[in-house]
């Protein structure tokens, strides 16, 4: 058929040989493999899986296997690594993954059951302040019964525990590389995945290549990646529209969405890919601090902050106001915060204080980063700060840091209120409640609240039916919306600005809107 093509190619266009004409196919398919360039502002924090429990994952997705995954446009885990897994229990507290045969890492070793154990055991006995062992806490053990079998015993029933194990903290590392009971320091990456990393400058680059000893569910359809890390927003959208990067992910504002939809000077090359976001914005409170450790003062700011006003202002239609930790189109969304707050008002929260005996104005510190979430951050604490003071019952000075010095504050507790962002482990309404309470909490801010902890999330993890959990996560969101510990501000829809030159655009992002590189392909033109 090929052949055929080819004659036919050559009788069309006289001029050419066939062997040029046939060159002419043979170098636009090679053309799909060619490298491409993504550039982002959301920079890895650690290299190490057993310590990143945030954005770092979109490296390790790329470079790491985990046992089950979720490929684009699934809802339910997947294989990966694993063969097969399942309950072999009716009460959820066993499960079992058989892992493919012939895996290795790209260093050569064997990627087996003690492997795997290796992996998961050192997350938990590092226990990295603000790392992923939080998402373990219902494992009691692992292990490995059989050369490629692995057996994990929960210490109570855990429906969610599936959708762990396909999170980027479950990264599969090779021992001789990742120490047991250390973080690695070399600053490399071996893993098993689509692909391996064969350099990494921090502050400015990751260079990826094909992994050709790769086993798994992705199909590649380039052979290279380099991300490009960007300090700002400004500086990233610039690279591509001079066609220094194909795509840009992470950190676009909203004002750079609305002029690449508007199609302004420099972006007519470009396009716009749109998906649901369940990615979120919220504060966080210091119940150690002396102000904002008191009830009546986070009841005031849940009953002042106009979030309607914040997504107006700041995100101009990009975002949604979101009065609940569960986003839209998770099961077990509510709006408990404005069923319990309503609309913004200074009078009921004057009363709210002045019932407690506290003293107007409020003195507070905010506090955010200045190169995580994208340049109208600062845009949003500047908003919510008039607000607050336009109410004449808060004084707020706004302080931001680069993410490496934001995040030793905040998990050392320097800062009484500070903004966090949120994209989900997984597509659970779990996964927007169990992380944020307990005393090994990602904010590292302990948050006891034995209602939900010992009751309503144990509840829900004995049911395999996550529909069926609704009113627990209710209920949940109730005491939250009652401490005021963390209050939700908005859900944003997720972009990535693409080059008319890159396909797979719409596939590249999977449901934990971990970006998917092998998606992505550079379009065929000759």
């Not at 009484?416 to 005393?439: K, L, Q, S, T």
């Amino acid at each position: 058929m090929f052949y055929r093509t080819c004659l036919q190619a050559a009788a069309a266009l006289a001029s050419i040989s066939l062997l040029a004409g046939c060159g002419l196919f043979s170098d636009a398919e090679s053309s799909d493999k060619k490298r491409i360039f993504v550039g982002t502002t959301s920079e890895p924090t650690k290299l190490d899986p057993a310590a990143a429990w945030d954005g770092s994952w979109e490296l390790y997705r790329n470079v790491f296997q985990t046992l089950l995954s979720f490929p684009t446009g699934s809802t339910e885990p997947q294989p990966d690594a694993a063969k097969r897994c399942g309950f072999k229990d009716s009460g959820n507290k066993i499960y079992v993954c058989e892992l493919r045969p012939g895996l290795k890492f790209s260093n050569g070793e064997k990627l087996d059951a003690a492997a795997v154990k290796h992996s998961i055991d050192r997350i938990r006995r590092i226990d990295v302040s603000g790392g992923p062992r939080g998402l373990l806490n219902s494992l009691r053990s692992v292990e490995a019964t059989g050369e490629h079998t692995v057996t994990f015993r929960l210490k109570s029933p855990d429906a969610t525990f599936p959708f762990i194990l396909a999170t980027p903290a479950t990264s599969l590392v090779p021992p001789g590389k990742y120490p047991a009971n250390r973080l690695r320091t070399d600053g490399g990456l071996t893993g098993s995945g689509p692909y391996v990393l064969d350099s990494y400058t921090k502050r400015h680059k990751a260079e990826l290549s094909r992994n050709d000893d790769y086993q798994g569910f992705a199909e590649r359809r380039n052979d290279a990646i380099t991300i490009r890390y960007y300090p700002d927003s400004d500086s990233m959208v610039q690279a591509l529209k001079k066609k220094q990067i194909d795509v840009t992910y992470r950190g676009l504002t909203s004002k750079e969405v609305v002029g690449l939809q508007e199609k302004e000077a420099g972006s007519e090359h470009l396009r716009l890919v749109e998906t649901v976001g369940a990615d979120i914005r919220y504060l966080v409170f210091n119940s150690k601090d002396q102000q904002a450790g008191k009830l009546a003062v986070r009841r005031a700011i849940a009953q002042v902050v106009d979030r309607g006003a914040l997504v107006a202002r700041v995100y101009q239609g990009t975002a949604e106001p979101l009065y609940s930790m569960v986003p839209k189109g998770i099961a077990g969304h509510s709006t408990e915060f404005f069923d319990r707050y309503g609309e913004p008002s200074a009078e009921k929260a004057e009363k709210t204080l002045r019932d407690a005996g506290i003293e107007e104005p409020v003195e507070l510190e905010f506090w955010y980063t200045t190169d995580r979430y994208g340049s109208a951050t600062a845009q949003e604490f500047g908003e919510l700060k008039r607000q607050l003071e336009a109410s004449g019952l808060f004084e707020i000075s706004v302080r931001g840091k680069s993410w490496e010095e934001f995040e030793k504050g905040y998990t050392s507790g320097d800062y009484p209120v500070f903004g966090r962002g949120w994209f989900p482990d997984f597509p659970d309404a779990d996964n927007f409640i169990a992380p944020f309470v307990g005393e090994n909490n990602v904010l590292a801010t302990p948050y006891e609240s034995s209602e939900i902890t010992d009751e309503l999330l144990p509840a829900s993890r004995r049911e395999s039916d996550r529909a069926a959990v609704a009113k627990d996560f209710e209920r949940a969101q109730e005491i939250l919306a009652e401490d005021v510990r963390l209050l939700p501000l908005w859900q944003g829809k997720t972009y990535l600005a693409v080059s008319e030159e890159i396909g797979g655009g719409e596939r590249a992002l999977d449901p934990q809107t971990v970006m998917q590189l092998w998606e992505l392909y550079r379009k065929t033109s000759w």
